[in-house]
């Protein structure tokens, strides 16, 4: 009773009795040794920046994180998939050459490609100290073969069916997970909806809505002249 | 009209701390459950549970997802020995609309119509729930009118799901319409106010980032404050019929409890987690809009069975009357958006946010995360009735099939909000 | 009988009849006036459906206040609310299940066309595609006098139905199917997406038939 009588809270759900973040991955790297822990930043609500994990390390970071007699993160309200498709970056640099016998001075665009991956945030509150809250990540290696992360539902029971729907919707696959099956989509279905390059069955009907991406969908299925 | 029920039990269960009194029970006290060491830990769930031996031979039902008990088209496989429950696997996804793909695919305006769609009873906590996310994320502030505005339909909101919720829990028990049409009668009382505010009776799509869309049409806080005035007798109506009644004890005294450090854990929230006697109501906690300026008591149980579940109900429809007699009271005049805000081509900045109140039914939570588009990168809802059905077959096994009808019914679902 | 002189003789007060017409009459005002509907929700329309069952709009005015849960003893089946297509095959089973006569209300926009969800990829666009509907309740939701108008066009429908010649309904015509084929889940889509019976084609869009 008396760690938490003075745990004050501050309005908005904003972090009041945590410590800073860089203190918490010190923290975090001290008690699990080995794990891989980086802060990812927030630039629109700067209290809501996140701790991205490594999945080998998951667990252990999170039974730490629920035990800790000052954090005692032990409800983790929210389970969410991301799916960040490969990003180009381009870039343009200044380069001396050797044309033709002489040197001349080229600019050229390099495209960076920062491959893909399946993202898993955890929003975990506290309930008996009354703070939070704490968020954090995980990723995958890729999109395509290699979806696994560590399935934190041994810890907190509430991510048992949130991890259901992020394997149903996005193809993580949790490891350690009790029932990983398909929970909203039926078992035979094979594609996971909630990427951002799932192609949706080709039913859909014609309805003169001036939504711009509507109507080539429309126009594909009714290639008509003279219609909006 | 005659003396409100002589329940003290009542009284006793909303404060389960005994012998505090009820301004103490505030939003700093910590909570007194928690013992030291590794505490909250639930025992994960294997895949197949082992089953015990049975006494005669297993049967399994598919209940729903047509079954007038469930609630619309949710479906259990029940898993039975004789008539108790050995097994209950809840299956999902008959209602299964698409939101957050949708949401992906529209403006950050366009989804305020869809979440009025999500729990249908609550299309205004629906809203402010968004819209508070939003809020968040881009950093708006709402003129004082709007967020009296947004207690008293909030709050009016739960007075409709919480009497709605009772009448249909004792039409699981049998009752065949007293309960439920007393219960719709007043929820029509409150959709007319709906309806004059919004225009619509159900889908009010009515709040908007930094304030609300319209103000009130005159007349309307007379009309909200005479529901409110004889709201009391209707609860007193409900509880003079059911509260002592021998039946609904017989039928939810001890059945489907839940223990607190099992309801933590597995992440339920709302009226059935303080039934468990955890002091956790995001009104108080996070104090978002202007909770913290109103006088209520957060009540708590201390068996964590239905009747407990719902006695909570009962008891917070009470406090809602308080905080709207206050909110009708102490409402000023002024603008109820902030003009600057510019609604259409909505583009908040980079980055993400998760907002979140305490709705009927739980902790209503949406998670943005904005690339600086105008439609929102992912959107996703935390949905409490579908987080708080992780526990349902721990508080069904055991028990029969009947027992699991109204266990299901105390959890309050709704399949628009569990499948979305 | 010659309709001028039935005319004159219903001026004087003598209204005459045949005894088919009489058998017909009485036939379609039973029916009508003792729809059963299936107690079957699907989503949002549901809770205005139970509201006009409930005491301020009562359905029971109609005859139509008996919610069977059974579809056996059913035969009005008001799809109200989304149809998706994991509940499509439990949908038309269900209709498949009820006994003739049977009629279906499409009740709000979910239902007749996929309504503001029929972008998703998990609704089905319309419960048209694989059920014949009778009457179609725009709205979302309908308000419960909109379902009330819905019903009393059915009982419209039903009163004006022939039981003999070739207009008969469907439920008196022998070679009219009551049944209709049950899809099943695909890996990417029900199979098949639609039935080709009830569903012929797509509407003629605005603009093409010029």
């Not at chain 2, 097994?87 to 299964?96: R, S, T």
């Not at chain 2, 009296?148 to 709050?155: K, L």
């Not at chain 2, 059945?255 to 339920?268: D, F, H, I, M, S």
């Amino acid at each position: 009773m008396s760690a938490c009588a003075s745990s004050p809270t501050s309005g908005g759900g904003a972090s009041g009795s945590l410590p800073s973040l860089e203190a918490l991955r010190d923290r975090l790297l001290e008690a699990v040794p080995g794990a891989q822990i980086q802060i990812q930043p927030n630039p629109a609500v700067p209290e809501q920046s996140s701790l991205v994990v490594d999945p080998a390390h998951a667990v252990a970071v999170a039974r730490y994180l629920r035990d800790a007699e000052d954090l005692r993160l032990d409800y983790c309200s929210n389970v969410t998939g991301v799916d960040w498709l490969d990003a180009f970056t381009e870039e343009t640099v200044t380069r001396t050459r050797v044309v033709e016998g002489r040197e001349v001075t080229v600019e050229e665009t390099i495209r960076h490609r920062r491959p893909g991956y399946l993202e898993v945030v955890y929003h975990l509150y506290s309930m008996s100290l009354r703070h939070g809250p704490v968020i954090l990540r995980q990723r995958t290696r890729n999109r395509v073969d290699d979806t696994r992360v560590a399935s934190l539902t041994p810890v907190w029971r509430s991510a048992e069916f949130q991890e259901r729907e992020v394997y149903d919707l996005f193809g993580v696959q949790f490891e350690g997970h009790p029932d990983l099956r398909r929970i909203l989509m039926w078992d035979e279905f094979a594609d996971h909806p909630m990427r951002k390059d799932y192609v949706e069955p080709d039913d859909y009907e014609y309805e003169p809505t001036p939504n711009a991406e509507i109507l080539p969908k429309a126009r594909r299925h009714y290639p008509l002249e003279g219609t909006a | 009209m005659s003396k409100p029920l002589d329940f003290d039990a009542a009284e006793q269960l909303a404060m389960a701390t005994g012998d505090v009194e009820p301004e103490q029970l505030d939003h700093d006290a910590p909570v007194s459950l928690p013992p030291p060491g590794p505490r909250y830990e639930a025992v994960p769930r294997a895949a197949s549970p082992a089953i015990p031996e049975p006494e005669g031979e297993l049967l399994e039902v598919s209940v729903g997802p047509h079954h007038p008990s469930t609630h619309g088209v949710f479906r259990m496989n029940v898993v039975l020995d004789g008539e108790k429950i050995v097994q209950l696997k809840p299956v999902f996804g008959y209602l299964h609309r698409n939101h957050e793909k949708l949401g992906e695919q529209t403006t950050y305006l366009g989804n305020m119509p869809y979440t009025d769609r999500l729990d249908y009873f609550c299309s205004l906590s629906n809203n402010w729930a968004y819209a508070l996310a939003v809020e968040k994320l881009a950093g708006l502030k709402v003129p004082e009118r709007a967020e009296y505005i947004r207690v008293i339909t909030a709050e009016l909101t739960r007075l409709v799901n919480h009497s709605s919720l009772v009448g249909f829990l004792l039409h699981d028990m049998g009752t065949m319409g007293t309960p439920l049409m007393y219960a719709f009668r007043e929820r029509e009382k409150i959709l007319d106010a709906f309806e004059a505010l919004t225009g619509a009776r159900m889908m009010c799509n009515y709040h908007r980032f930094g304030g609300c869309r319209v103000d009130l049409p005159p007349g309307w806080l007379d009309q909200v404050r005479t529901i409110v005035d004889n709201f009391p007798r209707f609860i007193d109506e409900m509880e003079r019929l059911l509260s002592e009644n021998e039946v609904l004890i017989a039928r939810t005294h001890g059945v489907g409890v839940l223990p607190p450090e099992l309801a933590v854990n597995a992440g339920v929230t709302g009226p059935s987690l303080r039934a468990s006697g955890i002091n956790y109501d995001l009104r108080k906690v996070d104090r978002y809009g202007i909770y913290d300026r109103f006088q209520f008591r957060v009540p708590l149980g201390e068996k964590g069975d239905v009747y407990d579940r719902y006695m909570m109900r009962i008891l917070e429809m009470r406090e809602s009357v308080k905080i709207l007699q206050q909110a009708l009271r102490d409402i000023p005049e002024g603008p109820v958006i902030d003009p600057k805000v510019r609604l259409r081509n909505f583009t908040p900045p980079v980055g993400e946010a998760y907002g979140r109140i305490e709705a009927p039914k739980g902790e209503l939570g949406f998670y943005l995360i904005s690339d600086g588009s105008k439609k929102p990168y992912r959107y996703r809802i935390r949905p409490p009735s579908f987080i708080n059905l992780t526990v349902l077959e721990d508080m069904c096994r055991g028990h029969t099939l009947a027992d699991a009808v109204i266990i299901l019914g105390a959890v309050d679902i709704v399949l628009g909000e569990v499948d979305r | 009988m010659d309709p001028g002189l039935q005319n004159e003789l219903s001026k004087r007060g003598i209204f005459t009849t045949t005894w088919q017409e009489l058998l017909r009459f009485g036939y379609n005002w039973g029916r009508k006036n003792s729809l059963w509907p299936l107690n079957f929700g699907l989503a949002c329309c549901a809770i205005e459906m139970i509201a006009a069952s409930m005491a301020r709009f009562d359905i029971a005015r109609f005859g139509a206040e008996v919610f069977r849960p059974s579809p056996r003893q059913a035969d009005l089946m008001i799809v109200a609310g989304t149809v998706t297509k994991k509940m499509a095959p439990l949908v038309v089973r269900l209709y498949n299940q009820m006994p003739e006569p049977k009629y279906v209300i499409a009740m709000g926009a979910c239902a007749i066309s996929g309504g503001p969800f029929k972008q998703g990829y998990n609704v089905l666009k319309g419960i048209d595609r694989f059920l014949p509907v009778d009457v179609h309740i725009p709205g979302c939701p309908p308000r419960p006098e909109a379902l009330l108008h819905g019903l009393i066009t059915l009982q419209k429908l039903i009163e004006a139905q022939e039981i003999h010649g070739p207009n008969k309904p469907r439920h008196l015509q022998e070679t009219a199917p009551n049944e209709y084929p049950i899809p099943r889940y695909g890996r990417f889509d029900l199979d098949p997406p639609k039935n080709p019976e009830v569903w012929p084609g797509r509407p003629l869009p605005r603009g093409e038939n010029k």
